[in-house]
Each structure stands twice: as structure tokens, then as C-alpha cells.
């Protein structure tokens, strides 16, 4: 019987340990989240630095993976108007 009650035991533990596991995942996965949303504004910041430096938009498209179209949406955000 003293081996049942050992695994009993085990088992509570192990179940009591998932609530803390959940909540240190869940910290993990909102500092990624945040990391991601800051290095995207940086992005975004670097994307207009190099246009207004005279970097085409084909060629901040290549560097970036971003399409085109998208980069010109980034550059509209952060005030560059068509023409600029």
C-alpha cells in the first residue's frame, strides 16, 4: 500500500505543479508579445528612416520581406505622403 499512496502523492504534486507552469507560460508568451510589438515599431521607424534616406521601396521590400504595398501603408502611418 505504501507505494500507492507514494504514487498518489507524486500525482497530487505533479497536478499542483501545472497552475504555476500555465501562469509562467502565459508571462512568457505576453513578454514575446510585447518584444514582437516593440521590434516592430522599430522596424517601422527604421523603414522610414531609410526611405527618407532614398532606399527604394523595392529594396526596403526585399530587406524586410515586407511586400510593397505593405511598406507603403508603414510609410502613410507615419506621415510620408505619397510623392515624398
Not at 516592430?40 to 510593397?68: C, D, N
Amino acid at each position: 500500500m505504501a507505494r500507492l499512496d507514494d504514487l498518489a502523492r507524486a500525482f497530487r504534486r505533479a497536478e499542483a505543479a501545472v497552475p504555476e507552469a500555465e501562469r509562467d507560460a502565459a508571462a512568457k508568451i505576453a513578454k514575446a508579445r510585447r518584444d514582437k510589438d516593440l521590434a516592430r515599431q522599430a522596424l517601422a521607424a527604421g523603414i522610414v528612416e531609410a526611405w527618407r534616406a532614398g532606399t527604394s521601396q523595392a529594396e526596403i521590400a526585399r530587406r524586410t520581406g515586407y511586400s510593397r504595398e505593405h511598406i507603403r501603408r508603414i510609410l502613410r502611418e507615419h506621415g510620408v505622403q505619397p510623392g515624398e
